[in-house]
């Protein structure tokens, strides 16, 4: 519990910090630069590729056929390749894959080992303005799958057994994103829903298959990409929320 607690705020602040950099201190530095992008290309039929590693955190609470519910700090962390591509301008489709683990220490320490994750989602332009300080605002929805496993010991009719857990995260998040542009950065802020349709299996005959639930489901999220060439086909990206869960991603994205 204590070593969950310290995740959670190491996060958290890790978090607030970030807010403060992109939203004060960054446009300073980035304003200062004389780096003057060229005019923004057509964007029609291109391919994104993005490679990036995230530190999650969200309680979790779990349905017992008892009517008994246990909450836990779940903590995951993920490595991640994502594809995206736009083929008409308002829409964007991508589809993502790579490995992610669980950790549940309120759960009889679970520990799952890396899973293969995998998912998608769409991406729709709702608002844009091409003016100098270009504006855009987006709605996103996006599902996330893996399944991690441990041994573990549990108490099982007054009985202490050593069992296999299997836990299957089944992720779904709706985000509502503001972005806009200053020379050589792209930051954005934004409010997100999240729910999870989880189970956490146990092998034994007493137990079986447990939903397991979200604590919260309203969040926000923060970010920024960060061009490193003028033709803006190289972007370093980082990106935060916070509520639902404290999660910290920080990755690169190409262009073709």
Same mark, same amino acid.
């Given at each position: ?9 190491i996060?958290?602040?890790?978090c ?8 004060d ?19 029609k ?15 979790v609470?779990?349905?017992t056929?008892?009517g ?6 779940a903590?995951?962390t !993920?490595?991640?390749?994502?594809l995206?591509?736009?083929?008409w301008h308002p ?7 790579g ?10 320490d ?6 293969f994750a995998?998912g ?13 300080? !270009?504006?855009?605002v987006?709605? !996103?929805?996006?599902v996330l ?5 441990d041994?573990?010991w ?21 985000? &509502?994103? &503001?972005i ?5 950065w792209?930051?954005f802020? &934004?409010a997100?829903?999240?729910w999870?349709?989880?189970e ?8 079986? !298959? ?29 990106e ?17």
């Open positions: 519990m204590k070593y969950a607690f310290r995740w959670n705020t996060i958290s602040i890790i607030f910090g970030f807010l403060l950099f992109i939203l201190i960054l446009p300073v530095c980035a304003e200062s630069l004389n780096i003057r992008p060229v005019p923004s290309r057509d964007i039929g291109f391919l994104e590729v993005s490679l990036y590693t995230e530190l999650a955190s969200r309680t609470v779990e349905e056929p008892q008994i519910n246990f909450e836990g700090d903590e995951s !993920r490595l991640m390749a994502r995206a591509t736009r083929p829409v964007e489709f991508y589809i993502h894959a490995m992610a683990n669980l950790f549940i220490d309120q759960f009889n679970y520990r799952g080992d890396y899973g995998y998608g989602g769409i991406s729709l332009t709702l608002y844009e303005n091409q003016g100098p300080n !270009r504006l855009k987006l709605a !996103r929805g996006d799958n893996f399944e991690t496993t041994h573990v549990t108490v099982i009719n007054s009985q202490d057994e050593f069992v296999k857990e299997t836990i299957m995260w089944r992720e779904y998040t709706l985000d &509502g994103i &503001g806009w542009r200053s020379p050589n792209e930051p802020i &934004g997100r829903f999240s999870l349709d989880s956490d299996n146990i092998k034994h005959p007493s137990v079986g !298959r447990l939903s397991l639930k979200e604590d919260r489901n309203l969040g926000m999220i923060m970010g920024t990409n960060i061009y490193l060439d003028k033709r803006e086909n190289f972007a370093v990206n980082i935060a929320t916070l509520i639902d869960q404290a999660s910290l991603r920080i990755g690169v994205k190409l262009w073709y």
